[in-house]
């Protein structure tokens, strides 16, 4: 038999484990007991826009480089020594239409015209004498005191007659002609590109002595994506654009270390597409591009422009940030309650970062402009404040 002075040391720690487990359950079964529910869904923080639909004027935007409407390779039509020339003939220089460019000698051809003169006067004379021997032919064949062999004969020398004097007018004609082209005047206002003429040399005849372009208007070739024509009054067919419906352009370019700025019109398009491009060549044109108002700056030819052309005025549209969109078609809507709304509306043109929307909103509608992958209908959520609304409050 096991004494109990030996039992002890075995009993105690089994004592103090089974107060420790009694301990435990006596707490776990008084504590308080944790909540079950599911925590509440955060609400996502959003972007929005109020739509208020408004008229809005399309752009198309292009680049180009300024041209002149013409360019002319000045060339003499005489052959002589140059005896005077303009103040603007010079490369840069600027001139008028109907100017006097430069004068070859005259001399030569003022004799050679006073030659043409003499030569028919002396045909008129022929032409006289021939008119009369042939009229007194006649009246001696009438009287039968003349054969018909006379007769023949004075009508030869009469049709000789006539034939030199029509030559010899054709020649003064054109003697009077080549002094007349001994002064070269200018075809148009206009600008020297380039000469290589002066005082005391000899040019010749069909040889170009200046390259010259027309300062009355300048045009810029514009290349516009076919599909941009849809939002521009430009027309491909052979009736053109009428006057007064001619879409307006602006010009501008980084010159001399500012923004400056120019007024146009489209006047044309070229015709054709091109097959590689997809581009239709829109022509605008500007009036007086070297006249400026004070402090302007000249529009020169050779300069590369950046060109906004008007288009059509659509009467009820909205801007939106093209993060709106839900696939092509289609925006969150953000109601009374802030939950997602998704409808559907006409996308009328995609601009960058922008896109214009037309049927399917209303003015007062919020759109979210957050782009959100997980966003769904009725999907609650919390709207940024701009300073805008919190001002209208």
């Known amino acids: 038999m096991i004494s109990i002075a030996r039992l002890k040391p075995v009993l105690a720690p089994v004592i103090v484990a089974g107060l420790g487990f009694v301990l435990f359950f006596i707490l776990i079964s008084t504590g308080p007991k944790l909540d079950s529910r599911p925590p509440a869904p955060i609400k996502p923080l959003v972007q929005s826009q109020v739509v208020e639909m408004q008229a809005l004027q399309l752009t198309a935007g292009a680049f180009g480089t300024v041209e002149p409407r013409s360019e002319t390779d000045l060339v003499s039509e005489v052959s002589g020594r140059i005896v005077s020339t303009a103040q603007g003939m010079v490369t840069g220089g600027f001139f008028d239409v109907g100017e006097v460019l430069f004068e070859v000698d005259p001399s030569d051809y003022k004799i050679a015209l006073e030659l043409a003169s003499a030569a028919l006067a002396k045909a008129a004379s022929a032409v006289n004498f021939a008119q009369k021997d042939y009229d007194r032919q006649l009246d001696l064949k009438q009287r039968q005191s003349a054969s018909q062999a006379l007769e023949d004969e004075a009508l030869k020398r009469l049709q000789f007659a006539k034939a030199g004097y029509r030559e010899a007018a054709a020649r003064l004609e054109g003697a009077q002609r080549d002094l007349t082209r001994t002064r070269v005047v200018a075809p148009y206002q206009g600008r020297v590109r380039s000469e290589k003429i002066d005082v005391g040399q000899y040019v010749s005849k069909g040889v170009a002595v200046a ?10 070739r514009l290349p516009i994506q076919d599909q ?12 053109g654009i009428a006057e007064t419906e001619r879409p307006k352009v602006s010009l501008s370019a980084n010159f001399a270390g500012e923004m400056q700025r120019w007024e146009g019109e489209i006047v044309r398009t070229e015709g054709e597409i091109d097959a590689v491009t997809r581009m239709v060549n829109l022509v605008a044109r500007i009036k007086a591009p070297y006249q400026t108002r004070a402090g302007g700056t000249p529009l020169a030819v050779g300069l590369f422009v950046e060109a906004e052309i008007l288009g059509r005025k659509l009467p009820g549209v909205v801007k939106l940030p093209r993060t709106a969109l839900r696939g092509d078609s289609s925006v969150f809507l953000i109601d009374a309650e802030q939950r997602l709304r998704l409808v559907s509306v006409n996308v009328v043109r995609r601009e960058g970062d922008w896109v214009l929307i037309g049927d399917g909103l209303s003015d007062g509608d919020r759109v979210c402009l957050s782009a959100m992958d997980d966003a769904v209908e009725g999907m609650q959520v919390r709207i940024v404040e701009t300073l805008a609304e919190v001002s209208l409050r």
């Open 211 to 220: 390259k010259l372009y027309a300062t009355d208007y300048a045009e810029v």
């Open 228 to 239: 941009e024509l849809a939002y521009l009054d430009v027309t491909l067919s052979e009736q």
